[in-house]
């Protein structure tokens, strides 16, 4: 089998080790703010990147060696990789993963010998899940990458590609209800265009809402429980993705009445190519009830496109976990790795050393998160800062008792707006650096 003999499973540490392959802030029992880091965070392993990243890039072919990967893939590489991938994942003590159905079991020449080489897999996964406590986060099917989605799954102006994709959610769903998974998610993959002369955008975004709608309705029909969510991204592969934002996403759940069903999963690399922080991406989220799930990865702002690095940095780790506590945490999501080991770092090992990374700086920035709240220093700034609305006109304004002939009244009275306070930026930032 061939998978990580060298390894043994990962032990936190503390800060004061410099072993690079233990844990320095993720204690997986440690208790923060009533609950244990495990259960705030749910860390999760992306397959497709974890297991079946190359290393290839538009310049190159794959670097990787995995020693565990035959020559040719076949049925059998696919379920002896999956033995492996689950030796990873207890070594680094992570309770889930996440698949889309290409990535687990190669495709057939048919749709029905991909649905038999999938099954035969799936078995294997479902043996693996019962001799460990990993567990499924959210399954998802690949739409993207055979000629057939070229122009997109659900929105192809091809209706058989609308089809076969259907076909191909359809078993997904399956197979992750077999497997207990928690939730099932839709990335746009090819759903957008390059060209609006070429294209007829409300048809595409008509028959995106049928085809989730469909899914629901199975999901539904087969007693399929998980969560669905909607993976925002504004581009790459096409130059619009339909998926844009959060703030686009949840339109698009609201207008075709698919709210109820379907939450978010959002991405911190896929933020950043929005022209957003993935701060403002969850708040956003959050704040509508909308945060399902987080897909943890960071995007090199320098390259400018989809780099899926591990996330190291402690700000971003910190302004995520302030918002999930804010928010009261995850419910049916967790933090899955959607990041992938630079092409240069080739070796088995690598995939420890960027998990471990990972699962550290989130560590942190919900020690540093807590540590903020628990002093409250933000909340009585926050509430200085909103203090007008608290009572007077601010009230009456909330309250829904002004109107625009009300408040032209009020301020003839007046004469003038009381004075605005600082908004005193640099302390609250000079506060935030405090902590970290
Ligand atoms: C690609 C997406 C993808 C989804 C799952 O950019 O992040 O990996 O998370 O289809
Ligand atoms: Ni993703
Ligand atoms: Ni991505």
Known sequence: MAGFPEVSRIQFEGTTSKNPLAFHHYDEDAVVEGKKMKDHFRFSVAYWHTMRGTGSDPFGPGTMIRPWEAAVDSVENACNRVRVGFEFMEKLGVPYYCFHDRDVSPEGKTLAESNRNLDAVVKVLKEEQQRTDIRLLWGTANLFSNRRYMHGAATSPNADSFAFAAAQVKKALEVTKELGGQGYTFWGGREGYFNLWN???????????????????????IGFTGQFYFEPKPKEPTKHQYDSDSAACINFLRAYGLEKHVKLNIEANHATLAGHSMHHEIEY??????????????????LGWDTDQFPTDIYLTTQIMHTLLKYGGFSTGGLNFDAKVR??????????????????????????????RKDGALGKLLQERYRSWDS?????????????????????????????????????????????
């Open 285 to 302: 989220a959050a704040m509508q009830g909308m945060l399902g799930s987080i897909d943890a990865n960071y995007g090199d702002l320098l």
């Open 199 to 221: 294209t007829d955008m409300k048809r595409e975004i008509d028959h995106l809402a049928v085809f989730m709608r469909m899914a629901v309705d199975y999901a539904r029909e």
């Open 343 to 372: 092409r240069e770092s080739f070796e088995p090992i690598d995939l420890f050393h960027a998990h471990i990374g990972g699962m550290d700086a989130f560590a942190r920035g919900l020690k540093i998160a807590a540590a903020i």
């Open 392 to 436: 007077g006109i601010g009230a009456e304004i909330e309250g829904g008792q002004a109107n625009f002939k009300t408040l032209e009244k009020y301020m003839l009275e007046q004469g003038d707006a009381a004075p605005v306070s600082s908004g005193r930026q640099e302390m609250i930032e000079n506060i935030i650096n405090m902590y970290l």
